[in-house]
């Protein structure tokens, strides 16, 4: 009960737990559609879901000072490609706020003749950017690690290693004076691949906040590409990749130490 | 920009920034209901108050457990009376979120057999209650203030009574209980700014009840008050009543 208190009293945490809620709907808008339910319960989850929307939009009001105040604080980090890819992204979240306030105010009816469709794309298209320098980050930050992995590899196994990664370089160097290395070098590209995998499988594992952030941007990321018509899945495909990206971040919220930062 | 940041991170914040804001555009359209050339201007505030008041319906969800965690904490207090106001006032916030919940359900579609009438009398009926228990406790804590103050102003009071000038002793007692109301209220902000939120807040369920029916400019000009001060104690942690 506590740690729900805790929980609740955070303002992001309540709007995470209605966007987990509102992609279920859409799942669930989607699974009841193609079951042929009655239109009577497709109908209320439908609304529901606007509901929801709406008043996530009304929690966004003021979001973009927060990602202004986040850009600020990015712009001072030392790693330059961090520096870009944090401080522009944050930026890029700051216009697709205000955009979604702009929404906000004309689906209420504050601001008449609001060109919906227009703004919309706009705060997709903005959303979508963010999302591409937050992968971005996400994959420097894996192939720092990397490096990281090959280095301490390198160091502690110096003899064991060369034999074998000359191996694969005599033949790969080969490959175009004689014929029977061309038939070796696919299997060979198939175990460098295989191994190059393995590695990237182990250092997520390592790495928890970067594998949970990858998976959530992953999953994000669908969702302005099907919005803007760029990647068209549907809704089902959508509200999966919703509710999922919506569950990791609140495991995020509930465990602070698998948040990415900075 | 940082205090505001921060401010809005809460929740409690913007429901109240969100409250605020609702009662404000209920007392504007209150204002503006005479007006024929604002029409369009009050169709506005209308649809921006029914937008925030489902939205902040929304938001409840799932608050009744914050009260019953309070309540679990008030029933441990040293001080008996303390206790059982604030716990009592505790379940009842309680029932009104539960009530209140089950209203936002049926408005959604939900649930559809279900009297929405009663069950937002029942709110409004439980919300009322909390904010009785409340002020009982604004009562007792400023009547145990007086006291203090009182034993201090023993002999200020007996030598205005031997004061051959007083014309009655009944007013002179009069105006030392006054005077030391109003001089316990400003060396206390915390009571006077619960008791003050408090008092506009019991107008709404009163008129929403029928017991006291006052306009809605009345209610929205309440509302927006106890709101202010809700923001400004949230903002100014000092300036919140313990427990």
Redesign the interface.
Known sequence: ??S??RF???????ERV?RAAQYSCMLLGYTLHKSSVSTDLQR?IS??EA??S??RK??RL?NS??AL?AAKMTIHLSDSVLRLCLTIGHLNRAMYFACDNVLWAGK???ISKLDQQKWNHRSFRYYLFALILNVTRDVYELCLLLDCEDCYRSTKSPLSTSPSSAIPADQLSSSSSSSIPVTVTPAVMWVWLRKRIHQVGTVLYNNPPLLLDLLKNGCDIFIPLDKLGIYQTGPGFVGTCGLLSSVLSIVTMLHPWLKLKP | ??A??KF???????DRI?RATQYACALSIYLLRNKPDRKDLV??LK??EN??S??RK??RL??A??S??AAKQTMQLSDRVLGLCLTVANINRALYFICDNVVWARN???IRSIDKERWSINASRYYLFSLVMNLTRDLYVILQLMQQKGRDNRLKSQHLSDCPEVAEAVIPELDALIFLLLETLRSEPTVALDTVKNICDLFIPLDRLGIYKSSAGVVGFCGLISSLIGIITLARPTLRIKP
């Open positions: 009960m506590d729900w208190v609740n009293t955070q303002s992001q945490a309540k209605l209320t609304e529901l509901h929801m709406l008043t009304l929690l003021g000072v927060e105040q209420i009816g504050i | 920009m940082d505001v940041v809005t991170s809460q929740s409690q914040g913007r969100f169709a506005r649809s921006l937008n925030l489902a939205g929304l938001l799932g608050n457990a914050n019953i965690v959604v579609g939900l």
